[in-house]
């Protein structure tokens, strides 16, 4: 009697196909800024466009104050200024114009040179990687051409727009906030107590629609 020898296939402990999740490390922003020091004239030159493009909308209510006066004069000296605050808007839109150009140029330098900057040196260590390391299915040369043309074009957001955005708000700020008191400090002061309910309704509002978002994607 032949004995047929049992399922080796059984025998043999299969491979664990299951991938460890991927860990992503979180990069410092000094870092971000330490890549990007050669480009520093570039960025004060962008910041200060910045800051200029966030003070024009709070000098132009201003200013739209002031020009609002003149209609209570006399049609002579109603001529006149009229001819003055029209030269004086022409100057605001000059000005801006000039200075959201400045912005978008200047940071677009420094955030280019920063990725042509991490796609140089992500291709050489991916150049001397060793060649197990291509083995896996998270390095292949599809993945690895999505990280040269995708991720390192990310970073370009945080030193371009968020940069950008963050200095011009801040401009935006101070100077309302400068004018503001200068007008009519009573106001502004209540004005500022009533900031702290508009960012909790607002707070309430986003929080309500993640919970919609939520009960939707669990509905489909």
């Not at 910045?50 to 909308?57: C, E």
């Not at 140029?105 to 990687?129: C, E, P, Q």
């Not at 502004?188 to 978002?213: D, I, T």
């Given at each position: 009697?032949?004995?047929?020898?049992?399922?080796?296939h059984?025998?043999?402990?299969?491979?664990?196909?299951?991938?460890?999740?991927?860990?992503?490390?979180?990069?410092?922003?000094?870092?971000?800024?330490?890549?990007?020091?050669?480009?520093?004239?570039?960025?004060?030159?962008?910041?200060?466009a910045?800051?200029?493009?966030?003070?024009?909308?709070?000098?132009?209510?201003?200013?739209?104050?002031?020009?609002?006066?003149?209609?209570?004069?006399?049609?002579?000296k109603?001529?006149?200024?009229?001819?003055?605050w029209?030269?004086?808007?022409?100057?605001?839109?000059?000005?801006?114009?000039?200075?959201?150009?400045?912005?978008?140029?200047?940071?677009s330098?420094?955030?280019?040179?920063?990725?042509?900057?991490?796609?140089?040196?992500?291709?050489?260590?991916?150049?001397?990687?060793?060649?197990?390391?291509?083995?896996?299915?998270?390095?292949?040369?599809?993945?690895?051409?999505?990280?040269?043309?995708?991720?390192?074009?990310?970073?370009?957001?945080?030193?371009?727009?968020?940069?950008?955005?963050l200095?011009?708000?801040?401009?935006?700020?101070?100077?309302?906030?400068?004018?503001?008191?200068l007008?009519?400090?009573?106001?502004?002061?209540?004005?500022?107590a009533?900031?702290?309910?508009?960012?909790?309704?607002?707070?309430?509002?986003?929080?309500?629609?993640?919970?919609?978002?939520?009960?939707?994607?669990?509905?489909?």
């Amino acid at each position: 009697m032949v004995v047929e020898p049992a399922n080796q296939h059984s025998a043999v402990q299969q491979p664990d196909t299951e991938e460890t999740p991927k860990k992503h490390l979180e990069v410092p922003l000094w870092r971000l800024a330490y890549l990007n020091k050669q480009e520093l004239p570039v960025l004060l030159l962008g910041g200060l466009a910045a800051a200029v493009s966030g003070t024009i909308l709070p000098v132009f209510g201003a200013l739209l104050s002031f020009m609002v006066q003149i209609f209570y004069g006399p049609p002579l000296k109603l001529q006149k200024d009229s001819r003055f605050w029209s030269l004086i808007f022409v100057v605001v839109g000059l000005v801006t114009i000039l200075s959201f150009s400045a912005r978008a140029y200047f940071f677009s330098v420094a955030g280019s040179k920063l990725v042509r900057r991490i796609r140089l040196m992500s291709f050489d260590k991916v150049v001397h990687m060793e060649i197990g390391w291509f083995d896996k299915s998270e390095n292949s040369s599809g993945a690895i051409a999505s990280r040269l043309s995708i991720d390192a074009a990310t970073v370009r957001s945080l030193v371009g727009d968020s940069l950008a955005l963050l200095v011009e708000n801040a401009a935006t700020l101070i100077s309302g906030l400068v004018i503001a008191f200068l007008a009519c400090w009573q106001l502004a002061l209540v004005v500022l107590a009533s900031v702290p309910m508009m960012a909790l309704s607002g707070w309430v509002q986003v929080k309500f629609l993640e919970g919609f978002n939520a009960n939707g994607k669990v509905w489909l």
